[in-house]
Structure formats: structure tokens, C-alpha cells
């Protein structure tokens, strides 16, 4: 996950468990567990303060997932992504 602009440090306490279970998902996904905190304050902070519409929010995960995917997805794929991640954010949910 890319960000523009400057960025501040900050430190939180994770218990055990918590990071263990970030660090399985960073390692599935190819990430890192700085990036699945910064996505989960990013989706609170979404939810919260809706600013930016649905149509410019599709475009920037669109991008994010062409980027994941390393820039050679096609149309299918990109859509296949979008199915999971609506899926896992209702389970989540």
C-alpha cells in the first residue's frame, strides 16, 4: 500500500495473539502488518467521517488492487478481488 504525503510514527501496544494473527495475514496477503493497521484505521476512519464519494473511493481500491496484482489484472480478476474484499468485510463486520 502506497501513501502520499508525510507520515508520523506512532507506537501501540499489541498483545500476543493480536500480533501473531497480523503477522498470518500480512505473510498471506504479501504485506506487512504496518499496512493492515494503517487499512483498518483507514476503514474506521471511512466509516466515520464519509468524505470522499462511492464513485472516487471504487477508483482508489481499483488501483490499490491493479497494484497488489502487480499491475496485470484483467477486468475478471479486478472484479474477483472487489467480491472477496466485500465478502470479508461482511464477515468481519
Do not use: C, W
Not at 501501540?12 to 500480533?19: A, G, S, V
Not at 494503517?38 to 490499490?64: G, N, Q
Amino acid at each position: 500500500m502506497v501513501y502520499n504525503g508525510p507520515m508520523e510514527r506512532t507506537q501501540i501496544y499489541l498483545d500476543e495473539e493480536q500480533k501473531r494473527k497480523l503477522r498470518l495475514i500480512a505473510a498471506d496477503e504479501g504485506g506487512n502488518v504496518s499496512d493492515l493497521i494503517r487499512s483498518a484505521i483507514d476503514r474506521l476512519l471511512d466509516d466515520r467521517f464519509p468524505t470522499v464519494d462511492r464513485l472516487t473511493k471504487y477508483h482508489e481500491v481499483r488501483k490499490r488492487i491493479v497494484e497488489s496484482l502487480d499491475g496485470g489484472a484483467t477486468d475478471e480478476e479486478i472484479e474477483a478481488a472487489f467480491r472477496r474484499m466485500r465478502a470479508l468485510r461482511r464477515e468481519t463486520a
